[in-house]
């Protein structure tokens, strides 16, 4: 009799989208995202996660930036309290890649969870895309 290892589940929620600016539209339905999260979720299963997707208007973000932009995408962990967003798992995003940064995001909140500050020590952090702030 072999031993089953359990999977975790990792959620992915992304959240209503208001774009203030075009240039920070994502289509999270289109196919490029859409090919990109199967091949994580694929990549995962074999790491030993269950990764789902979520969508969710119970919240409509303004994007106004590219910060705006991780914050309308969410992560939990099944056996962590809390979901937290991309921008605040990766802190500063190196390229504004939305794909890049959620698999990062995903992989640090998957292996290090340690590593993500609580969501109290909110930090401001600038993606120098552009937005002014």
């Not at 196919?31 to 030993?48: A, H, P, Y």
């Not at 208007?57 to 099944?78: E, F, G, P, Q, W």
Request: proline share 3%; with cysteine.
């Amino acid at each position: 009799m072999g031993c089953r290892q359990q999977r975790r589940s990792l959620t992915v929620t992304i959240f209503g989208q208001r774009h203030v600016r075009p240039d920070w539209y994502v289509d999270f339905d289109g196919d490029r995202f859409t090919v990109f999260f199967e091949q994580l979720k694929t990549e995962m299963g074999r790491l030993g996660f269950k990764l789902l997707r979520r969508d969710s208007t119970d919240m409509v973000i303004h994007v106004k930036s590219y910060a705006d932009l991780l914050n309308c995408v969410r992560l939990s962990l099944d056996e962590l309290p809390g979901i937290h967003c991309v921008g605040h798992i990766i802190g500063k995003s190196e390229h504004c890649d939305i794909c890049e940064d959620i698999e990062a995001a995903v992989k640090r909140l998957a292996f290090a969870p340690e590593t993500v500050a609580p969501a109290s020590e909110f930090q401001r952090v600038c993606h120098n895309c552009g937005c002014g702030c």
